[in-house]
Each structure stands twice: as C-alpha cells, then as structure tokens.
C-alpha cells in the first residue's frame, strides 16, 4: 500500500484542496482530483528525504492555538510600533537562541511557525543544529523572549516529533 500511496494524509489533501480551489465537484474535477492526489506523492516521493514521524499528535492543536494567538498579537504589538516610530524607536536586535530541537522535521516547522509570527524574521540556523538567530522587530526583555520561544514554540514541536 506504501507504494502505491506513500503519503496518504497528503493525497487525501491534494483531493479535497483540487476541489476546494475549482469550487466544483464534477466529474472532470473529481478525476484531476484523484490524479493529482495519487501520482503527485508519488513523483515527489524521491525528494522526500526521510518521513516525519509524528509522536504525539494532540499537542499540535494546542500548538496551532498558541501560534495563532500570538501571530493576532504579534501583528497588533508591530502595528503600535510602527504607528509610534517617530516617537519611540522600535528596539530591533538579534537574539541568539540555544535550541535542543534536533528533528529536521520540526526545525521546518519552527522556521514556519517564525516567518508567520509578525517582528520575528529567522536569520540563521548553526551548522550543528544548537543555535538559532532570530531578528526580533521590537525587544524588550531579551530573556522572557528566549522562554517565551522556547516554551511556545521549541517544547510542543520537541514533543511533536522527537
């Protein structure tokens, strides 16, 4: 069954976002629905270096929650930075952050996570995988930031996928 679906959540995906897109479910779309979700996973399949293996999948929830929340703060605390730049000058600075995730998996995810979150941008990774620089738009207290990442975001994807 693996070689023929090789990836099964991301051919059911590819199915219902084909239809999703075309707002139609005609015959013709439900064929080039079924294409595209049986032979897209399997011409990408050799690009795929490893699978992810996903060890506890309720805490992604609770991890979409909390992105979520603050990507709504995020955006309102850099729109009132902005909107008060010629009074008070965003604190920009680059943050160093120790990591103890190691699964490409969930690096991705994080960098993901990081390019959504309004005032962070993700700079740069270590070779070794044991430090991340990240440019934070406006920072005031370097360590609660470093927690706050490490809490938020570093722990639920560590349990994720290591």
């Not at 991301?10 to 079924?34: D, K, Q």
């Not at 699964?103 to 700079?123: E, K």
Request: aromatic share 8%; hydrophobic share 55%; glycine share 4%.
């Amino acid at each position: 069954m693996k070689r023929f679906f090789p990836a099964p959540l991301l051919s059911v995906s590819m199915f219902f976002l084909w239809l999703l897109l075309n707002v139609s479910v005609s015959p013709g779309n439900l064929v080039l629905a079924a294409a595209l979700g049986i032979f897209a996973p399997l011409l990408l399949a050799p690009l795929r270096p490893q699978q992810a293996h996903i060890r506890r999948p309720r805490v992604i929830i609770r991890l979409l929650c909390r992105v979520g929340t603050d990507v709504v703060m995020s955006n309102l605390q850099v729109a009132k930075g902005v909107l008060r730049a010629g009074s008070r000058q965003p604190h920009s600075v680059f943050v160093h952050i120790p990591l103890d995730l190691r699964d490409a998996h969930g690096l991705a995810a994080l960098s993901m996570i990081t390019t959504v979150v309004p005032g962070t941008v993700w700079s740069e990774l270590a070779l070794d995988r044991s430090m991340l620089l990240l440019h934070v738009f406006d920072l005031k207290d370097e360590a609660a930031f470093i927690e706050h990442f490490k809490h938020a975001y570093e722990r639920p994807l560590m349990e994720i996928f290591e």
